[in-house]
């Protein structure tokens, strides 16, 4: 069975940082893409950043410089830090994990909430 288990939320100030993690299980983590999403209420789910089985990132502009994805495939687990976090920031974040074989939607864990509020 396939688990995505995102952690690292919470509330923060404005200017602050967290580390959101995403612990796979039941795939073969380095064949994956892992992209982080995140989504406010009422609003389409967005691309944060993605990052490809051999340690490639790519970040959607806004995140440019903020934010950094990174991996460890030997522990089946990928990261999103995230720094000079503001109000906008504010959404559940959400880890997918995506290959060649697992289905265009791949696999989602069920979001961690990040509010960014002083």
């Known amino acids: 069975q396939v688990q995505l288990v995102e952690s690292g939320g919470g509330l923060v100030q404005p200017g602050g940082s967290l580390r959101l993690s995403c612990a796979a299980s039941?795939?073969?983590?380095?064949?994956?893409?892992i992209s982080w999403y995140r989504q406010v209420p009422g609003n389409q789910r967005e691309l944060v950043a993605a990052?490809?089985?051999?340690?490639?990132?790519n970040y959607a502009n806004s995140m440019k410089g903020r934010f950094t994805i990174s991996r460890d495939n030997a522990k089946d687990l990928a990261y999103l830090q995230m720094d000079s976090l503001e109000p906008e920031d504010t959404a559940v974040y959400y880890c997918?994990?995506?290959?060649?074989?697992?289905?265009?939607?791949?696999?989602w864990g069920q979001g961690t909430q990040v509010t960014v509020s002083s």
């Open positions: 997918n994990a995506k290959t060649w074989y697992s289905g265009l939607l791949g696999y």
């Open positions: 990052i490809t089985s051999g340690g490639s990132p």
């Open positions: 039941g795939i073969i983590f380095s064949d994956y893409i």
